[in-house]
């Protein structure tokens, strides 16, 4: 069956919902397109991406544990997988229409399900619903900036698109970053994310368009090809195009590329969920300090994005940019990985690192999708959507996979997310009584609180505590046992004179202070502080001497020990259950992180062989002079279309 043009173009009204274009646009129109599809990419994946921003109050919210909150995650990644191949299959809906309204659907659920949720299962049901618009639209998206741009200007439309899930993630940071103080509730985020969103799907519901089958079905190269492309559409088959495309798309070109950079952007995800989750548990940065951090990496991956695919353009060649992008990223990985042992690594050290793995990331990603829509149209230009569909699939399953295997390699963060926070707070209020429990020892302790009168533990404790032998705490005590009144007597006394008396008793003006200040210290007259003074005479000196040294750090530790009734019952309980969980987890997951960046560093090497299966020069020079001899024929292909006689009218 051949295509018939429309006569007429959509109107306002028409357009909403008839949306094709019969014409090539010209480029204002073109760019005014491509622009709307890149903004509402950008507010898909703010919706998207603010669950990450609020996660910790989510979490305190609903009371998730870590495996669940991540769950969540997978649970969204596993039905956009779903609806990715989906919209392959919805294409005929049209392009323009399932953006549109995708991003109309995914706003009033952000703006009033979402925050209307009072349970955890209520909030993964609508999470999952969010996640399936937008895996939709994640094929719909890229195939409209296909549509759009022809191939020599394509990886600077797709470096834009890109921009989507990069300013998505920067604008959430940005601004949880800077509201999140002033409103902890997560709701208020979520409210303002849908009335943002809500004002960008007006936009598109009136104003975004889409080809018509028979000009999108063909691959056009340069805005020159213009003429021709509307002149073939005319008379081209669409039906016949449009047969067996899920077939020609299951290729090893098409199918392992779409594995290749779903698994090179596996680190990406982490990032994108967990940054904040690992920059708190091993460096101790707070929620606001680590969005901030990643905002480095946002900018400088925006700004790669777009600069790499104009270069690309210019020069005619992805792959290079594929193979650089690449490389700069698995060096600033391998790197970063090294610091995740190291506590003390400061703000800017990341800041530094988390830049250079954006800036190749960008560079490889936005080359690679210019590349990856020219190979599925080297196949079939009609199977854009279907080819972009697997891609889609593809990298919602790897998504799903990756957070599964995070849960599994990093099985020490539930422990810190779950529990930690709360056991800095117990800390931070009574850091001196649990530094004595430390010091101590649970054990001990437990056993003192089950008898107070039992020595052995008495004696440990105390041992730990000042650093003096069992012998001189026992000798210690014993003394303050016997000669309570004496030793009371010879604390009284200022240490300068007490020490002026130790080495000479006759001293008279010694020994008129010391009377002074016992007979001050207790009230009594002079005759009775000089029988006090007197009955010290009996002390043994060996034993006194011992006291001496030991005794204030004896009562030091006395007093420590009964500092720690001071944490309240429920606190000294959960420390009990959580902290030595905590502590072996805060021990064993810098070793769990590193391991995990190191599959995300192998995943990015994986990426590299598959770019020599994707379409596409490596020489900048052969690729000018194709572009060359395709322009000699589109010039040489009109020439014969315009020489043709005009058919006679019938009749």
Same mark, same amino acid.
């Given at each position: ?102 991003v109309v659907i995914c706003s009033l659920l952000t703006l009033f399900a979402v925050p209307a949720t009072t349970s955890k299962e209520a909030y993964l049901v609508v999470y999952c619903v969010v996640s399936i618009v937008e895996g939709a639209v994640l094929v719909a998206t890229p195939a409209l900036i296909r549509d759009f741009s ?362 008129? *202070? @010391?009377?002074?200040? /016992? $007979?001050? =210290?207790? +009230?009594?007259?002079?005759? !009775?502080?000089? #029988?006090? %003074? &007197? ?5 043994? *000196? @060996?034993?006194?001497? /011992? $006291?001496? =040294?030991? +005794?204030?750090?004896?009562? !030091?530790?006395? #007093?420590? %020990? &009964? ?5 309240? *019952? ?13 502590? !072996? ?67």
């Open positions: 069956m051949s295509s018939t043009q429309t006569a007429e173009p959509p109107t306002l009204l028409t357009g909403l919902w008839q949306r094709k274009l019969p014409h090539y646009p010209d480029t204002p129109a073109r760019s005014w397109y491509l622009a709307l599809v890149v903004i509402t990419s950008v507010a898909l994946y703010y919706q998207l991406f603010v669950t990450g921003a609020v996660g910790n109050e989510l979490i305190a919210y609903f009371h998730l544990s870590f495996r669940y909150f991540v769950g969540i995650f997978i649970a969204g990644a596993a039905f956009g997988a779903a609806a990715s191949v989906l919209a392959g299959l919805l294409d005929r809906w049209g392009r323009a229409n399932i953006v549109a309204y995708g022809p191939q020599l200007g394509r990886a600077s439309a797709m470096g834009f698109w890109t921009l989507g899930p990069v300013l998505g993630a920067l604008i959430t940071t940005e601004i949880s970053t800077h509201t999140l103080g002033a409103h902890p509730d997560w709701q208020y985020h979520y409210r303002l994310c849908g009335v943002i969103s809500m004002v960008i799907a007006v936009f598109a519901v009136i104003g975004l368009r889409e080809l018509s089958p028979a000009l999108r079905d063909q691959i056009m190269v340069s805005m020159r090809d213009r003429a021709l492309i509307e002149a073939r559409a005319r008379g081209l088959d669409v039906s016949t195009l449009e047969h067996g495309q899920w077939r020609q798309m299951l290729r090893v070109n098409i199918v392992g590329s779409a594995l290749a950079i779903s698994l090179f952007l596996a680190y990406f995800y982490t990032i994108v969920s967990f940054l904040p989750v690992y920059m708190a548990t091993i460096f101790g940065f707070s929620s606001a300090k680590a969005n901030a951090l990643g905002n480095w990496y946002w900018i400088a991956n925006a700004i790669a994005l777009v600069l790499a695919g104009i270069v690309s353009d210019y020069v005619k060649v992805r792959k290079p940019f594929m193979i650089v992008g690449a490389l700069i990223s698995i060096v600033g990985l391998f790197v970063f990985l090294g610091y995740t042992e190291k506590p003390d690594t400061g703000y800017y050290t990341f800041a530094l690192w988390l830049s250079v793995i954006a800036v190749g990331a960008g560079i490889a990603y936005a080359t690679w999708m210019a590349s990856f829509t020219e190979t599925v149209e080297n196949r079939n230009p009609a199977a854009t959507a279907v080819g972009l569909a697997v891609w889609g699939g593809t990298l919602r399953g790897v998504v799903t996979i990756v957070l599964f295997g995070l849960l599994i390699v990093i099985n020490t963060a539930g422990t810190l997310v779950n529990y930690g926070p709360r056991l800095a707070e117990i800390q931070h209020k009574y850091g001196p009584q649990l530094a004595t429990i430390q010091t101590v020892g649970t054990d001990t302790l437990a056993a003192l609180q089950q008898n107070p009168n039992d020595q052995a533990a008495q004696v440990a404790a105390l041992t730990k505590l000042t650093g003096a032998s069992p012998a001189e705490i026992q000798t210690t005590v014993g003394l303050n046992t016997r000669y309570p009144q004496e030793l009371a007597t010879l604390q009284a006394i200022d240490p300068a004179t007490l020490a002026t008396l130790s080495t000479n008793p006759a001293d008279a003006a010694a020994g008129l *202070a @010391a009377v002074g200040q /016992v $007979a001050k =210290k207790f +009230g009594i007259p002079v005759d !009775q502080a000089i #029988a006090r %003074l &007197q009955a010290t005479q009996q002390l043994p *000196a @060996a034993d006194l001497a /011992v $006291a001496a =040294k030991v +005794g204030p750090k004896l009562t !030091q530790a006395t #007093a420590q %020990l &009964q500092s720690v009734g001071t944490i309240p *019952a429920d606190d000294q309980a959960y420390l009990a259950a959580h902290a030595t969980e905590v502590q !072996q987890a805060a021990k064993d997951s810098p070793g769990q992180w590193k391991r995990w960046w190191w599959i995300c560093l192998i995943a990015q090497v994986v990426f590299l062989p598959f770019v020599f299966l994707m379409s596409g020069h490596w020489s900048p020079k052969k690729a000018a002079a194709e572009a060359k001899a395709h322009d000699e024929r589109v010039e040489r292909e009109l020439a014969a279309i315009k020489e043709e006689p005009e058919p006679e009218p019938a009749g």
